[in-house]
């Protein structure tokens, strides 16, 4: 028996590798020697204030920015010499996502779909992100949150087991936050690795199984949710007892 023995070969499979991505804008590091790996039926939150590098690290993760250093493998595939297989198990929704003002919903995932050598049915799509009633109506006239339902069904075109989602809810109302929440679980349950990326706390510990915390394009934290929790309050707390020790007030 392998070292390890039954419990080794239990262990989730790793499907997202990323080690030391970098990618500058001139003599902006825009992200800076970022790791991490996702494991199937993970939730991976990537948190940090907007303009930390969170989109940088997806895009470029995901083959849609070039990164000057630093290797991605996808399904075990490496996004630069065998990009094409491994965009085939990726899914990518971004924050924003441009469509055309006269297409439908059914003619954009038909679109999409086209793309992979294997897709899903639109009607069934259309259903799973409960957009049947909208099927053949125009974009232009989709609300926010249909808006953004279709691209996470563009995003599942593919069926992928890996699933990258950008501030998925940053424009959302409560309700929809909710709606996405639900989404986000349910692809846990399936067994995909998730990448999200929020500048929500509250949403990533909620959602997210470990988190990295970047700044200024560097990690400067990394753990699980309530370990972080745990050593912010702790930091504030060694804060406070410095500054009582000078004899000021902690407002």
Not at 173 to 184: G, S, T, V
């Amino acid at each position: 028996m392998p070292a390890g023995g039954a419990d080794s070969a239990a262990l989730p499979e790793v499907r997202v590798a990323v080690q030391g991505l970098t990618k500058a804008y001139g003599d902006l590091k825009a992200v800076a020697d970022v790791s991490f790996t996702i494991a199937s039926g993970e939730v991976l939150g990537l948190l940090g204030p907007n303009g930390a590098g969170k989109t940088t690290t997806i895009e470029a993760s995901a083959g849609l920015l070039g990164a000057d250093a630093g290797v991605v493998k996808i399904c075990g595939f490496d996004m630069h010499s065998q990009a094409s297989a491994a965009k085939e198990c990726l899914g990518v929704a971004l924050q924003s996502t441009g469509f055309q003002d006269g297409i439908t919903p059914v003619e954009a995932i038909r679109a999409f779909g086209a793309f992979y050598r294997r897709s899903i049915g639109a009607t069934e799509l259309l259903e799973r992100f409960d957009l049947s009633a909208k099927a053949t109506t125009r974009v232009a006239r989709l609300s926010g949150g249909e808006r953004q339902r279709l691209a996470l069904a563009l995003a599942f075109v593919n069926d992928p087991a890996v699933v990258f989602l950008d501030e998925p809810t940053a424009a959302l109302d409560p309700l929809m936050r909710h709606e996405f929440h639900a989404y986000i679980r349910r692809m846990k349950q399936e067994g995909r690795a998730v990448l999200l990326a929020t500048h929500d706390m509250e949403e990533a510990s909620e959602l997210c199984d470990r988190l990295i915390v970047l700044s200024a394009g560097q990690v400067v934290a990394a753990g699980t949710p309530r370990n972080l929790v745990t050593e912010v309050t702790a930091g504030h707390a060694r804060m406070a007892g410095r500054l009582r020790g000078h004899g000021r007030t902690c407002h």
